[in-house]
């Protein structure tokens, strides 16, 4: 929506006055190019269906180690869609979230009841004036005691928002300010595009009208997304990578895109809903199909090179044919390439 504050600091330092339905500014306003009000937009499914007593929420999730998260939002609001798509298209910070919080969803202008944690009784939106909310989405961090740790009024780019996590997981509050925390970590911004090599396939895509029997080599992944850029910037670009990318038709697709394609099926339909179709749920995902467009094989995890490079040569070589297991094919590629001088580091 409107003043989504893109500086960093002044949107977690401003005050926020409680505003109401009418006072809103509509949510196309100044937004970003290409987004636009998207309606309601569902949540993950790992959020917490809670009962909105808030005193009980950050019980449990004390006895489970973990911290509360408030996520406000609301219907419209694209800014909530990109914290969705984006930042949670991204298994690191899915994995961050799901392993160290509790995240509960409220409606700014919901009428659900909420028990807030002086035992008060009240509707979500009045919660939420309560709380002072005027921006969506907004996020609210709270200790074991129910204090906010941070609060995060608007939008963050995938790279501060992962500083949030590891900040309120760590309890590093007991040390240091998270200005403090985040000058040092200084966690560096995604390029903010496709990467579309030269010699990848191009649009039109009719992957149904290929020439020959390569494998074809789907990347689904979006444009602010860190382990992407280290998949293309680096990974892809080592010798042994390149050699093995050679023997596939390789296209990169938008997996939040409307670009018009062609499966290998022969059905016409977008990027975005075909990763739909597939279940594609992460940036990167590497999906693999042999020369007859049947899907054989897909990494969707964050992978170093050796594992990157041994999906490739998995597919390419045909190994997936005879050896059903990847972990043993991967162990047994391991050992064959370190009794020939080659040491594999995983974490390279």
Not at 46 to 53: E, I
Not at 125 to 154: C, I, S, Y
Not at 339 to 344: A, K, L, R, Y
Request: net charge negative; glycine share 6%; proline share 7%.
């Amino acid at each position: 929506m409107k003043s989504m504050l893109p500086l960093f600091w002044l949107a977690l330092f401003s005050i926020a006055l409680p505003l109401s339905a009418e006072t809103l500014p509509a949510a196309e306003d100044g937004l970003e190019p290409g987004m636009v009000n998207p309606g309601y937009h569902e949540q993950p499914e790992w959020f917490k269906q809670s009962f909105l007593d808030l005193r009980e929420d950050i019980a449990e999730a004390s006895e489970a180690g973990r911290r509360l998260v408030l996520y406000f939002y609301q219907d419209g609001c694209p800014y909530c869609k990109k914290l969705l798509e984006t930042n949670f298209s991204q298994r690191d910070i899915v994995d961050k979230t799901r392993g160290n919080f509790d995240v509960v969803a409220i409606n700014m202008w919901g009428d659900r009841e909420v028990t807030d944690l002086d035992g008060e009784l009240m509707t979500e939106k009045r919660f939420a004036e309560k709380m002072r909310v005027m921006f969506t989405p907004t996020l609210l961090f709270l200790d074991e005691q129910g204090d906010v740790v941070v609060r995060l009024n608007g939008y963050y780019p995938p790279h501060q928002f992962e500083t949030v996590l590891d900040y309120v997981a760590g309890r590093h509050e007991k040390d240091e300010p998270l200005r403090a925390f985040f000058e040092k970590r200084a966690p560096p911004a995604a390029s903010g595009r496709l990467h579309r090599e030269p010699g990848f396939l191009s649009p039109p895509y009719r992957f149904d009208r290929r020439n020959g029997d390569r494998p074809l080599l789907v990347l689904f992944e979006q444009r602010e997304c860190p382990p992407c850029d280290e998949l293309h910037m680096d990974i892809l670009k080592r010798p042994e990578s390149r050699a093995l990318l050679e023997r596939f038709d390789v296209a990169v697709l938008d997996m939040w895109g409307k670009e018009p394609l062609v499966t290998p099926a022969g059905e016409p339909t977008t990027s975005s809903e075909w990763a739909r179709q597939l279940g594609v749920q992460y940036a990167p995902t590497m999906v693999f199909f042999d020369g007859s467009g049947r899907e054989v094989f897909r990494a969707e995890a964050y992978l170093k090179a050796f594992h990157i490079q041994s999906a490739m040569d998995y597919v390419a070589s045909g190994a997936y044919r005879e050896q059903p297991s990847f972990q043993r094919f991967i162990q047994a590629r391991a050992d064959r390439l370190e009794s020939q001088g080659v040491h594999i580091d995983l974490m390279q």
